[in-house]
């Protein structure tokens, strides 16, 4: 701030406190109290635009809300139903082992160069089967 523009702040606050002071009438502070109690009861009225930006906006969140619920609910059908089918396809596959297994107990289970990988199940043939303790043949 430069020395001028210093002075002519000084001049200002100089002039306004040199003003004559308005004094408040006797009845001022009741009528105050007064017209703000009257501004407190009275009710404002809601203009339509922005009842109708109100409405729109919560129509627009409780839409977004519903879709995403929506997305949710059809994102889990599709993960439970592509669990189903590979849990069928599963059962299919333990079947056509076992089917195997009855033929021949001798299991071929893959090849590299050097030799054959094969799994002979007679030995364990006449033990009874074993479920795990969490299977639910009940259970869709």
Do not use: C
């Not at 004559?20 to 109690?37: G, I, K």
């Not at 021949?104 to 033990?127: C, H, I, K, R, S």
């Amino acid at each position: 701030m430069t020395r001028q523009d210093h002075d002519s702040s000084d001049q200002l606050r100089e002039a306004l406190r040199n003003l004559p002071r308005e004094l408040a009438s006797a009845d001022f502070t009741q009528r105050l109290l007064v017209r703000r109690a009257t501004e407190i009861s009275t009710p404002k009225r809601a203009s339509w635009p922005r009842l109708a930006a109100a409405a729109t906006l919560t129509l627009v969140v409780v839409g977004g809300f519903y879709l995403r619920h929506e997305s949710q609910a059809l994102e889990a059908r599709r993960h439970r139903e592509a669990l189903q089918q590979r849990r069928l396809e599963l059962e299919l596959e333990l079947a056509e082992l076992r089917q195997r297994v009855a033929e021949t107990p001798t299991l071929y289970l893959g090849t590299t160069e050097d030799f054959d990988l094969v799994l002979d199940l007679a030995p364990w043939m006449d033990q009874p089967s074993v479920q795990p303790a969490a299977y639910n043949a009940a259970r869709q």
